[in-house]
């Protein structure tokens, strides 16, 4: 299957510093990644949408000044957590869609960033 | 709006015992309905879709649009089976939405 891969793995950052967190197919190219957030012993909650070559589609009440995506190119998604603070500690889940064209609606998803803000 | 609801937190049975666990779904169109697994310290990964009508792992699902149902099967549990599933729902704008996940452990 599909492999995603996503980096760092875990981060621990003081309170006020931004990180970013990479998202990656590695086998297939992928017009839409997506971002999810996960708190312990929780679902994941889409955060938004993004989309090679525009602006990511952001779910409500996710800031996007606050959490910038940037989708460069086929491969690449990035995830900035800017001016981050503890309340932004969580596990950053990433997934690639395997576009129709290549088959069927499918995505699959990176191993996670946890991230800790101090 | 979709919603996916799991009614269970956790779900706890005995190797060789079956399982069932549930999956109700809200959305006004055709969706499509996954289930995903994550195994201990692995990452999210797909058991199954209900338009490919498989068995993976022992495992079934059935949609029934009636009951507005999605739930996950087999009959008898084996210990490597324990885990976290989500059962998704993906609308017409192809994003999933998780319902909270039930926790499965499967007793020797």
């Known amino acids: 299957g599909a492999v995603v891969s996503q980096h760092p793995s875990r981060v621990i950052c003081k309170s006020g510093t931004s990180v970013k967190i990479e998202c990656r197919s590695l086998?297939?190219?992928?017009?839409?990644m997506f971002w999810y957030r996960q708190f312990p012993k929780q679902s994941l909650m889409l955060m938004a949408t993004?989309?090679?070559?525009?602006?990511?589609?952001?779910e409500q009440g996710v800031e996007k000044d606050k959490f910038l995506i940037n989708h460069a190119s086929l491969t690449l998604s990035t995830l900035t957590v800017t001016s981050a603070h503890p309340e932004d500690s969580s596990f950053y889940i990433c997934?690639?869609?395997?576009?129709?064209?290549?088959?069927?609606?499918?995505?699959?998803f990176g191993p996670g960033t946890r991230l800790t803000v101090l | 709006a979709q919603r996916v609801t799991q009614p269970e937190k956790l779900l706890s049975v005995f190797k060789g015992a079956p399982v069932e666990l549930k999956c109700n779904y809200s959305?006004?169109?055709?969706?499509?309905l996954f289930w995903y697994v994550q195994y201990s310290r692995q990452r999210l990964q797909l058991l199954l879709r209900?338009?490919s009508r498989e068995s993976i792992k022992g495992f079934t699902a059935d949609l029934n649009k009636g009951e507005t149902s999605f739930h996950l099967k087999k009959p008898f549990a084996q210990e490597e089976d324990s885990a976290m599933y989500y059962c998704?729902?993906?609308?017409?704008?192809?994003?999933?939405?998780f319902g909270s996940g039930t926790q499965l452990t499967v007793l020797p």
């Open positions: 997934s690639a869609r395997v576009e129709p064209g290549q088959g069927y609606n499918e995505q699959f």
């Open positions: 086998d297939f190219q992928a017009t839409t």
């Open positions: 993004s989309n090679e070559g525009s602006k990511a589609t952001y």
């Open positions: 959305y006004s169109g055709s969706p499509e």
């Open positions: 209900h338009i």
């Open positions: 998704a729902l993906s609308g017409s704008a192809r994003q999933l939405t």
